[in-house]
């Protein structure tokens, strides 16, 4: 039989991987990891040196094709696979991460005289810095009662496109107008393989304000936010916004050439990577919330009405799988949280008993947290290390943890960061469904639900819901190449749907977490003191968080 393949490619926060897929069954053929040669830029930029304000994370627009031009021959050469074979290649990428760029599509920072200046290069979807921004926009856009709020959990979060460019205006008025558009990373790695700029609907819909039926917010909007920004929508921000599912176009000659593909295969409109992750599991109706857990986690949804939850970063009409409205909720730092604790919290006799036993320093706490019975630790903590997606919406909000003593060991305070995580999964969790948008199970995929079983049994204990693991280590991946199938099409070799690529291609483990009662007592209690310090906190009762951010900045100029 002459089998069918796509490629999927995932571009993280660290790395980018391509992933062939054989057509029939879903099978990962062969798999390359290219990280980013440059990593997050979030202290001073390369080669120039210039240091980056606190909150900034940029990256450089030449690691992802860096990613395309290692990644795509790697697997090419590992599977054996005939060029021909290959039909169809999706991307998948995080976001909101965006780029200027000039009117070749040529990012702003590749020119020399342009290239010292930060807001000439990619803002990483972890990018911090236009909170003020953002603060603004919503104010205005409550005073005006515009309809988008309620879609966006009454919310549009420093993290997206309108708030990022805003920044690039206020900051950089010559980067703004040498800026001939900017656009989602995502579209722009499509345009680098097809040669045109086609704007994916995922990204529009859920980080640029973008409505199926309405189109983006009006001008007189944006006026009312700087009459610089009037026309943002029709010149730096135009372009046709195409359905996800869509082919963007075909490869380009010279793109084939480089990737060892042919030319005029298949590129499917581009996606983000957590909802790429729903079809990866195979996830296909409403009810299931996949959480696609890494750095970050982003929490999505699907139903058949179009609901109001607070705090969700946005409801978009087939913005994940056609058909269906997809919500979308986030914690925006997760395994971002575990890494600062190995990195900077723990003390040298830890790092160096798991040296000893050969093990790395998470695989070491784990294993002694796992020792501990939940609430023993006498330890709570606020997940906010990196601010608050959902459902507070607060980029300002830090971390905290409350019951610390003398006695207390590195892994109890890491037990006690697992389970703040899972403490802000459950408010996302019952934000959704205490609105009417049924959560009846839980399906978790990315780099944490292969790496911690301790994780995932805390987070069926603390949710009260059974948890399904996807098979693939690269679910993104897996759902971008669903995407690439679809876009060639049957007549091709692929499919003609989502939901048929999803059925044949998807798999989960046999093996599911599943919540304990004993375990589910002690955190309903824990939880309902999360839930205080939470609202007391998060919903100015008191701002000691913020005050302490604008002390800082005082003490830093
Ligand atoms: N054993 C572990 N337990 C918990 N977190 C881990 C473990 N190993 C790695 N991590 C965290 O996983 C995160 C990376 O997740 P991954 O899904 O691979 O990346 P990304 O989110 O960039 O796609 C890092 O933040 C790291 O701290
Ligand atoms: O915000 C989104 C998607 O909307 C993610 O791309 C962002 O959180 C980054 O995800 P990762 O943690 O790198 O998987």
């Known amino acids: 039989m002459n089998h069918k393949y796509a490629i999927g490619l995932d571009y993280g926060t660290e790395s980018g991987r391509a992933v062939l897929v054989n057509l029939a069954d879903g099978t990962e053929v062969a798999e390359h990891v290219t990280p980013y040669p440059h990593s997050v830029i979030d202290e001073e930029l390369p080669e120039s040196g210039i240091r980056l304000g606190y909150e900034w994370a940029l990256q450089h627009p030449s690691d992802y094709l860096e990613v395309l031009k290692r990644s795509v021959p790697e697997v090419m050469r590992a599977s054996g696979v005939n060029p021909a074979d290959v039909i169809g290649i999706g991307i998948d990428f995080t976001a909101c991460t965006i780029l200027p760029i000039d009117g070749e599509g040529k990012p702003l920072c590749w020119h020399p005289e342009l290239k010292d200046n930060p807001h000439s290069w990619v803002k990483l979807w972890k990018h911090h810095a236009a909170q ?3 603060n603004r926009l919503n104010e205005i856009a409550e005073e005006r009662g515009e309809t988008f709020l309620p879609r966006y959990g009454g919310k549009i979060s420093s993290e997206w496109m309108i708030a990022k460019v805003w920044q690039v205006l206020n900051e950089a008025p010559e980067i703004y107008e040498r800026t001939d558009r900017f656009v989602e990373a995502t579209d722009w790695v ?19 304000i973008w409505h199926k039926q309405e189109g983006y917010p009006s001008r007189d909007f944006f006026r009312s936010l700087d009459p610089r920004l009037e026309d943002l929508t029709e010149t730096k921000l135009r372009g046709e916004v195409v359905p996800l599912g869509s082919r963007a176009g075909g490869l380009t000659e010279e793109m084939a050439e480089a990737l060892g593909l042919q030319a005029g295969t298949a590129v499917a409109v581009g996606n983000v990577d957590a909802h790429a992750a729903v079809a990866g599991v195979g996830v296909v109706t409403p009810g299931k919330l996949v959480m696609a857990m890494g750095t970050s986690i982003c929490h999505m949804l699907l139903a058949s009405q179009e609901k109001s939850v607070e705090g969700m970063c946005g409801v978009v009409e087939d913005g994940i799988i056609p058909g269906y409205f997809g919500y979308e909720a986030g914690q925006s730092a997760v395994g971002d949280i575990f890494a600062w604790f190995v990195e900077q919290g723990v003390p040298a006799y830890v790092l160096e008993a798991a040296a000893k036993e050969n093990i790395s320093v998470h695989e070491w706490l784990e294993k002694r947290a796992s020792a501990y019975r939940p609430g023993e630790t006498g330890l709570l903590a606020l997940d906010w290390w990196n601010g608050n997606r959902s459902v507070l919406v607060d980029t300002e909000l830090s971390g905290l943890i409350v019951g610390y003593s003398l006695l207390t060991k590195p892994e109890e305070v890491y ?16 934000a959704f469904h205490d609105n009417g948008l ?11 639900p292969q790496r911690n079983r301790l994780l995932m049994q805390i987070y069926a204990d603390v949710t009260n819901r059974e948890i399904k693991i996807a098979d693939s280590k690269q679910t993104p991946a897996l759902g971008a190449a669903m995407f690439g199938a679809v876009a060639a099409g049957v007549e091709n070799g692929g499919y003609d749907s989502l939901v048929e690529a999803a059925q044949n291609m998807a798999r989960v483990r046999e093996e599911r977490f599943k919540p304990i009662p004993e375990n589910v007592a002690v955190y309903n209690r824990l939880y309902e003191e999360y839930n205080r310090l939470h609202d007391y906190f998060g919903r100015g009762a008191n701002d000691v968080m913020k005050r302490l951010k604008a002390i800082r900045e005082e003490a830093r100029h």
Do not use: D, H, M, W
């Open 132 to 134: 003020e921004e953002a």
């Open 190 to 208: 499509v345009s680098q393989l097809t040669g045109s700029i086609r704007r994916n609907s995922c990204t529009a819909g859920y980080k640029s």
């Open 415 to 430: 037990r006690t960061l697992l389970e703040a995580t899972a403490f802000g999964t459950r408010k996302i969790v019952e």
């Open 438 to 448: 049924e959560v009846q199970e839980l399906y978790a995929c990315g780099g944490l």
